[in-house]
């Protein structure tokens, strides 16, 4: 993920006029850190191999006691699994769960299909709001539509460690059809994916540390309590899963569609 500093204007200026120094690439980014009060379901995945070392995803709690992220983020039986919630923000205490072999539930039965997984947690979490899935029969965003993207991966264009601080980051959608480059990249063999773009124009990547992160939007659901009364309440309805972003920094932000018709029945069929 990248951060904008105050000097934005006079680089986004300077790239306007075809400047292309190192400078000017590290800096036109676009995500900030996220407000306190936001994205507070987003999980880190952390697996650690049997030699010490570890890789680190983002998920989204959505359920009290399930996360969904990337299976590309699970290294296999050999090793460990866990989820951190509660890292965002600094204030606020982490919690870290052990996730059971037989807890780790992957979409894919062949290597075509989506790579996500759900992590069932050996406990409930309290005093998180779960992101929730779209309502009834869900379509992908249309092109052009801006949702939000978090994560803790690199922030400069070279890569590197990832940050502490949760980052957010604004994207536009774009249908699979209209993805930049996808010919001959390992994302082109998925049906069920669609892309983000800079808002703006901005120059974003992903990065270690963001694949397996929710793709979300602030909106407007209904919440029924008795066969003839409902509520509607604001809610982050979560759309996709990125899946770019896990060897290194990519500029591809590709995402798993939650509202394919087979993988929101999967997700349902074992969160319920």
């Given amino acids: 993920m990248f951060t904008m500093d105050k000097t934005a204007f006079l680089i986004l200026s300077l790239w306007a006029a075809g400047v292309t120094s190192s400078v000017v690439e590290k800096r036109l980014v676009s995500a900030i850190t996220c407000p306190d009060t936001e994205r507070l379901h ?42 951190e919630l509660g890292g965002h923000p600094k204030t606020a205490v982490k919690k870290q769960l052990r996730i059971a072999s037989n807890n780790i539930i992957l979409y894919a039965k062949s290597s075509s299909e989506e790579p996500i997984m759900l992590l069932k947690l050996p406990e409930s979490v309290k005093n998180i709001n779960p992101a929730v899935l779209p309502p009834g029969d869900c379509m992908a965003p249309t092109d052009g539509d801006e949702l939000q993207v978090s994560g803790r991966g690199a922030t400069t ?20 059809n209209h993805c930049p480059d996808l010919a001959g990249t390992s994302y082109e063999k998925f049906t069920h994916i669609y892309c983000g773009g800079g808002v703006g124009g901005a120059e974003i990547k992903a990065c270690k540390g963001d694949s397996g992160s ?59």
């Avoid at 070392?53 to 866990?82: F, N, P, Q």
């Avoid at 264009?157 to 699979?176: I, N, Q, R």
């Fill in 214 to 272: 929710g793709f979300l939007k602030k909106e407007m659901i209904s919440k029924s309590f008795f066969v003839f009364w409902s509520k509607e309440k604001k809610a982050d309805v979560l759309y996709g899963v990125l899946i770019s972003g896990h060897e290194a920094c990519e500029d591809k932000f590709v995402f798993v569609d939650l509202c394919a018709k087979k993988i929101k029945k999967w997700i349902q069929k074992l969160v319920s």
């Fill in 42 to 83: 987003h999980a880190r995945v952390v697996y650690e191999f049997r030699d010490g070392k570890s890789m680190t995803c983002g998920g989204t709690l959505i359920d009290k006691r399930w996360v969904i992220t990337a299976s590309h983020c699970y290294g296999g039986e050999d090793g460990t699994l866990k989820v």
């Fill in 157 to 176: 264009a070279e890569g590197g460690p990832g940050v502490k601080d949760l980052m957010c980051l604004e994207v536009k959608t774009l249908s699979k």
